[in-house]
Nanobody, 121 residues
């Protein structure tokens, strides 16, 4: 079993900041990548940021310069710092990992349950 637990969401004012955390546990052999996605009401889920096992980072254009992704490999934990938040970024933010459960296994995507981020005055 692989389990992801997110935390850190909440209500912030426009221009405010949050830090999201996601910890993975269970029968994980290795993690290929970790990242964050978000889904606003009535919209499709979209990529926010990812970081690969080699440290390669990808950000959505809309968050570049404002959000920062980081990881603690020893703890199988990924963080997302959300700065200068905008109301349109209100969404459920989901943690994602691509992981292998054994050295001969293939990679699969695993998802957390999501944490709500609400940006409103």
């Amino acid at each position: 079993q692989v389990r992801l637990v997110e935390s850190g969401g909440g209500l912030v004012q426009p221009g405010g900041s949050l830090r999201l955390s996601c910890s993975a546990s269970g029968s994980i052999f290795s993690i290929d990548a970790m990242g964050w996605y978000r889904q606003a009401p009535g919209k499709e889920r979209e990529l926010v940021a990812t970081i690969s096992s080699g440290g390669s980072i990808v950000y959505a254009d809309s968050v570049k310069g404002r959000f920062t992704i980081a990881r603690d490999s020893a703890k199988n934990t990924v963080y997302l710092h959300l700065n200068s938040l905008k109301p349109e970024e209100t969404a459920v933010y989901y943690c994602n990992i691509r992981a292998r459960r054994s050295p001969i296994g293939t990679s699969y995507d695993y998802w957390g349950q999501g944490t709500q981020v609400t940006v409103s005055s």
